[in-house]
């Protein structure tokens, strides 16, 4: 299973991105996928999650200004950011509770990362 994140970029303060992250691989069913981020000398916190059903969570720091979805149908979670902020600059990485066909059992797993950086 792999989770394949992309999207990032250098933005200037107070525009827009798109993170996507597709999952591929022997997958039997994805329950919530989400975003997290790591800013320097800072813990990974979250950043957004949405379940199968559609169910989202947002940190506080990000509410009304990201949206987080996704295309079950892809095995795709997007996360579009507007309202960028230099506080806003970290490494992105997704992230997935899922099935895979050889075990069918829930497990954790992690995109590589990508990096957003807000910056005139």
């Known amino acids: 299973v792999q989770l394949q994140a992309s999207g990032g970029g250098l933005v200037q303060p107070g525009g827009s991105l798109r993170l996507s992250c597709a999952a591929s691989?022997?997958?039997?069913?994805?329950?919530?996928m989400g975003w997290y981020r790591q800013a320097p000398g800072k813990q990974r916190e979250l950043v957004a999650a949405?379940?199968?059903?559609?169910?989202?969570n947002y940190a506080d720091s990000v509410k009304g200004r990201f949206t987080v979805s996704r295309d079950n149908a892809k095995n795709t979670v997007y996360l579009r950011m507007n309202s960028l902020e230099p506080e806003d600059t970290a490494v992105y990485y997704c992230?997935?509770?899922?099935?895979?066909?050889?075990?069918?059992?829930?497990?954790?797993?992690w995109g590589q990362g990508t990096q957003v950086t807000v910056s005139s």
């Open positions: 992230n997935a509770d899922l099935i895979t066909i050889a075990t069918m059992r829930m497990a954790n797993y």
């Open positions: 691989g022997s997958i039997f069913d994805i329950n919530v």
């Open positions: 949405i379940t199968s059903g559609g169910n989202t």
